[in-house]
């Protein structure tokens, strides 16, 4: 069986919990020093990465790991990508290679579902564009529910650049269909002019739009995908949206501040705000592990069959 993990809004919302559940299923067993899912044939996977990435190629790498699954990685330096090779040669050239599914990021949005054209195995959409970042959302969905017990009915504002940012549609689409009430948070020229169906509210001014919230989640100004004049020379979007301990007195008590990375500090987010006892930043990542992990055995069509009950 072939499908691809492309976005959160084209899942439906029994696969959306299917993939929570397998995630925290994996991580569990994960924990407990067993494997993470009953062991398949091993495969080839290849990380195709178009875009510079730390965090999302390593856990991406980890996740095919820890399926008992390789990898052949291909980036955009050291490759012919960086040759300007477009997507479309690369994949034929790869059709050599033998691969058995695909992780890839690409700059242009809708650049995953470009891909199945020319490759009929599972692709995970590790970002493409300002479109989506499934697996980041899946991840950050984790770290809510262990934190907060659940995502319905909790108050999430994503602050800052939300024009630009696939992880801010990914996590709207994911916690907005799983009951959470969702905020968009920053300068107009920052907010989507249309939210494209998405059922969020939208607030231009920082402490009343985190009043009340249970996740504060600052984004880093996305520069490369810019165009100019979005941020007027001598604007101060620090003073105005950072999230630091004086910010977060608006928002729940307990809210936790997570944040995708790359962090940018002193611009969105503060040291006290990044590494202070609400941060729950380093939890993202290691949940973006499992995530990704699970994002990848659903879209190989590996048994859901967890360890502890075989
Ligand atoms: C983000 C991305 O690349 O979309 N990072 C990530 O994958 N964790 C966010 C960003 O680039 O700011």
Known sequence: MSRGLHSIRLLSDPDIELLLDLAQDIKRNHQAGKPVLPQSKSQMVGLLFFENSTRTRVAFSQAASLLGH???????????????????DTLLTLRFAQLDAMVIRHPSSGATQMAARYFSGP?????????????????????????????????VAIIGDVLHSRVARSNAWLLSRMGAEVRFVGPKTLIPSATGGLPVQV?????????GCDVVMPLRLQRERMNDGLLPPGSDFASQYQINRAAMKAASQDAIIMHPGPMNRGVEIDDWAADGPQSAVLDQVSNGIYAKTAALAWAMGASMRPVGLA
């Open 70 to 88: 390789k990898t052949v990685q291909f980036g955009s330096s050291g490759s012919s990508i960086s040759k300007g090779e477009t997507l479309k």
């Open 123 to 155: 692709i995970v959409n590790a970002g493409d564009g300002r479109h989506e970042h499934p697996s980041q959302a899946l991840g950050d969905a984790l770290t809510i529910i262990q934190h907060k017990g659940e995502l319905r009915g909790r108050k």
């Open 203 to 211: 607030f231009y001014d920082l402490r009343t739009g985190i009043a």
